[in-house]
């Protein structure tokens, strides 16, 4: 009976997947001179998973690159030769092969095979390279400890359903325990059908063996005890760890073994062009019959960890989302039915209406929860990134990571990390200066790139930092207009600083794979702002340039104004609303019969007659019988003329470049409850429109 793993793929791919995560973030936090040995041991944990899962799974590439890198690992983290500088690199190569490979197996490219070999070559001849030519560093700080010095735990747990029954699998993740110690698989107990008990001598923690025991449990079933230091000591030698033994010939309705590698278990999946890494692992033998010892009187119950969490599709994420925003149209529709009815009759309506909205709010609150994950997804490729180049450029960088919990919508950070890649890129190459020039300038060596998250209001803001040499105000006025991009001597600072982002325009002098083509800046911008978002430069001579991306929360829905302009209603973020007033006749200064400027409390703002800027024919021309709305975006504000305020509402964002191309001054669009379509307005496009309008 063959049994279809296919199911348990997309699981594999996504943990290995956090596996590599982790391989390339310590091996780029560790000291090769005086290596920390919980460094060492996370990565060789890292490799082994991945190689038991894929062994279970038929990737045999994967498995063979794998263990040339958990062999090599091993030989460190037991002190049989030094960690080298050779090794990380060795080991960070291995991981983007690996990369490659896990894509290929993923049906996203083809593998460079090519690439694998040399990274598995590579390992293994640092592997069986003499002792003296690999030590080309001090040995580690600390030793590992030896493991007649780890305790000794019993763990009891009910093996998990999708095991049950499956013999060779089961024993395939069992493998995954040597990375934690020797142990043992004892006899099961008649009395407790389904329940294993496994006795372990380890240096990990109890947080650690219960992580790694949950796989193969039922959840909240994993006991673990700690025995007596005394009968640990007298224990003899725990054996090498071995499978479980293979079921009895009798036993054929368990399992069949099929002919084709599956061990009819999972359809293995199309094997990659290529002929498999091999693999230099001895045959498993027997387990040998070891008698079900009773935990000892004296042992203590370790306390169990509460965290748990599910694994659970974007798609029903989304559709879920999707769905809470239809809920909150039907709830909108719903209250403006209830008015028509009037306050008597619907008394009893408004009020369930009312518990409605709390629910609805509640429930829409919780589904967004469910889709905000930290920045931090983004934030980790930059580590390899920075060392990668810096290397390749011979610059010194200290990078520096801020706010990496902060939280937004998932989809966004999966569109952020290209616009924030290329920052991070024009930072190292145009800002942070080669080594020799920062001593002669007076600064350290290295060069220092800060990457930051904060929460704005209902945006997000990221500011990329570096303390090179800053933008140069009078070279890039020069450059573009050498280059025929439309620029002027008597332009702002903060105008100059923006013509980066033109199409084509470059200060580089020659053109390389890194920079010089024009292109990269000004793909920044525009997909920032086709996430509704906005960046902004600062820059000091010789001090360096901060770039703040700022981006909302998230794309789903957003609570708004909605205001009037003739017979049409408009949606203004509410976050983006300062206040709102009625203009007095002298407070506006006009220019050609148009309001241009509007005095509040001594300031000035640029005005925006929304009815003028998008050509509503019964929109009210007379300033002092319409409201004036205050706006800030950015440091930037305006002031936006409409006829009145109908009140604040939640609304359901609706993209609208699918089917109408990009309108200036419109994000998106919503539905309200009389099922009339209203437009969410770009409150940055407007006050940009306001600020050239004031300066005509």
Request: aromatic share 4%; hydrophobic share 45%; with cysteine.
């Amino acid at each position: 009976m063959a049994f279809d793993m296919s199911q348990f793929y997309q699981i594999f791919f996504e943990e290995a997947a956090e596996h590599l995560a982790t391989i390339e973030t310590v091996l780029l936090s560790i000291d090769a001179a005086r290596p920390d040995p919980e460094k060492v041991a996370e990565i060789f944990r890292a490799a082994h998973s991945i190689k038991g899962s894929a062994a279970t799974f038929g990737f045999d590439d994967l498995t063979g690159l794998t263990h040339e890198m958990e062999s090599l690992l091993d030989d460190v983290r037991r002190g049989r030769r030094p960690l080298t500088q050779a090794m990380v690199q060795a080991c960070l190569a291995a991981g983007d092969a690996l990369h490659g490979l896990l894509a290929a197996h993923r049906g996203e490219g083809v593998a460079d095979r090519a690439a694998a070999e040399a990274a598995r070559q590579r390992l293994l001849q640092l592997k069986d390279a003499p002792d003296h030519d690999a030590a080309v560093t001090d040995p580690p700080a600390a030793a590992v400890p030896d493991a007649t010095e780890w305790p000794l735990y019993r763990v009891r747990f009910v093996v998990a359903r999708f095991l049950a029954g499956s013999d060779l699998l089961f024993g395939s993740m069992l493998e995954d325990l040597a990375a934690l110690g020797d142990y043992e698989l004892l006899e099961p107990d008649p009395a407790a059908p389904g329940t294993r008990c496994i006795r372990i001598c380890s240096g990990e923690s109890v947080d650690a063996l219960r992580a790694a025991f949950e796989r193969l449990a039922e959840p909240g079933s994993v006991e673990i005890t700690a025995e007596q230091m005394a009968a640990a000591n007298a224990a003899p030698a725990l054996p090498e760890p071995q499978p479980p033994a293979v079921a009895a010939a009798g036993d054929e309705a368990l399992f069949d073994v099929a002919d084709d590698g599956s061990y009819g278990f999972f359809v293995p999946l199309e094997t990659l062009p290529a002929a498999p890494f091999g693999t230099d692992d001895p045959p498993a033998a027997a387990v040998p019959d070891e008698a079900d010892a009773q935990p000892a009187a004296t042992a203590r119950e370790l306390p169990r960890s509460a965290d748990s969490s599910i694994r659970v599709g974007v798609e029903r994420v989304d559709r879920m989302m999707d769905l809470v925003g239809e809920l909150v149209i039907t709830q909108s529709m719903l209250l403006d039915a209830a008015a028509a009815i009037g306050p008597a009759a619907g008394e009893r309506l408004l009020a369930g209406l009312a518990l409605l909205q709390r629910h609805t709010r509640d429930l829409q609150q919780s589904v967004m929860a469910i889709r905000m994950v930290p920045v931090s997804m983004v934030f980790s490729r930059f580590p390899r990134l920075v060392h990668d180049l810096g290397m390749r450029l011979d610059k010194q960088i200290d990078l520096v990571l801020e706010g990496e919990h902060t939280e937004l919508d998932k989809g966004l950070v999966e569109k952020l990390a290209d616009p924030l890649t290329h920052l991070v890129r024009n930072c190292i190459d145009h800002g942070i200066e080669p080594a020799e020039r920062r001593r002669a300038a007076g600064k350290p060596e290295a060069g220092r790139l800060r990457l930051a998250a904060s929460h704005l209001g209902g945006h997000v803001l990221i500011e990329v930092e570096d303390d090179g040499a800053g933008l140069d105000r009078e070279r890039l006025i020069a450059r573009a207009r050498a280059q025929g991009l439309p620029c002027s001597e008597d332009m702002s600072d903060e105008e100059a600083w923006q013509l980066i982002f033109l199409p084509g325009f470059s200060t580089a002098e020659q053109v390389t794979d890194l920079s010089g083509r024009g292109v990269g800046m000004d793909v920044v911008r525009r997909n920032i702002a086709a996430l509704g978002g906005r960046v902004d430069i600062v820059s000091r001579a010789g001090r360096g340039t901060r770039f703040s991306v700022s981006v909302p929360l998230t794309l789903a829905i957003l609570e708004g104004m909605q205001v009037a302009v003739g017979d049409e209603v408009f949606i203004l973020p509410l976050d983006a609303i300062v206040e709102s007033l009625q203009p007095e006749r002298a407070s506006v200064r006009s220019i050609g019969g148009a309001p241009r400027l509007i005095a509040v409390r001594g300031e000035y703002w640029p005005v925006v007659e929304l009815g003028h800027f998008f050509a509503v024919p019964e929109a009210g021309r007379d300033w002092t019988r319409g409201i004036m709305v205050l706006v800030e975006r950015n440091g930037s504000r305006a002031a936006l003329f409409v006829d009145g305020l109908v009140g604040q509402q939640q609304v359901v964002i609706k993209p609208l470049e699918t089917h109408f191309r990009r309108v200036p001054g419109v994000s998106s669009a919503t539905l309200l409850g009389d099922g009339r379509v209203a437009l969410i307005l770009d409150v940055a496009a407007l006050i940009g429109t306001a600020r050239d309008s004031a300066a005509i």
